[in-house]
């Protein structure tokens, strides 16, 4: 399995995450697809999928044995997804490793009830990219495309010091719904610079989500 640390303008690493620094690459990747353009991509995993916008808007699906995740100072990974969508792919030249400016991925399924596993899968999260435990984050009801009930915690986390193009601020969207096996959980993670995804295809990717 191929693990790739994520440079986000705030926080991951593609394969190997560095603390609190994963690396959100994209193009112009936040505005919303148009009418002309193709349609959205389907990422599909293990207990579920999702869709994110095109190759043409910035986001490449990586293969399922690929790993983007935020790693201790040790460099043990402390939160992940495999097969991820990652937004502008290598958008920061000068970064040693690879960046990016956002990605989102599955995780799960994990037992528990919806409310149990999305807030603890939000601390998770918050505490990787911060560098340390944060409780800041909303959490409310939201209701999927396929008419599923889910339930979504968004943050604004300041990301932990890492190397160039790192952003001063991150937005982590978790939306959980049950599935069959557990509770799923979409993760999306991207920085707030100028480039970065906007919350309108943040909130459709979102809501794309279902089970398997």
Request: with cysteine; net charge neutral.
């Amino acid at each position: 399995m191929h693990r790739f640390a994520t440079l986000l303008g705030v926080v991951a690493t593609l394969v190997t995450l560095a603390c609190g620094g994963a690396v959100l690459a994209g193009a112009d990747s936040g505005r919303a697809p148009s009418a002309a353009e193709p349609p959205w991509q389907v990422v599909v995993g293990p207990a579920g999928s999702f869709e994110v916008p095109p190759e043409s808007a910035g986001w490449t699906v990586r293969e399922p044995d690929q790993v983007v995740y935020y790693a201790d100072r040790h460099g043990d990974p402390m939160v992940g997804v495999a097969g991820p969508a990652v937004l502008d792919d290598g958008y920061c030249a000068q970064a040693s490793g690879a960046s990016n400016r956002g990605f989102a991925g599955l995780t799960g399924p994990h037992p528990g009830t919806l409310r149990q596993v999305n807030l603890r899968e939000a601390r998770r999260w918050r505490t990787s990219v911060a560098g340390h435990p944060t409780t800041d984050g909303r959490t409310t009801r939201l209701v999927l495309l396929d008419g599923s009930a889910g339930l979504r915690t968004s943050a604004l986390v300041r990301p932990a010091p890492g190397g160039p193009c790192q952003p001063e601020r991150v937005a982590l969207d978790l939306v959980s719904v049950a599935g069959h096996a557990g509770v799923v959980t979409l993760v999306v993670v991207r920085d707030l610079g100028p480039e970065a995804a906007t919350t309108s295809v943040v909130d459709r990717i979102l809501r794309s989500l279902e089970t398997r």
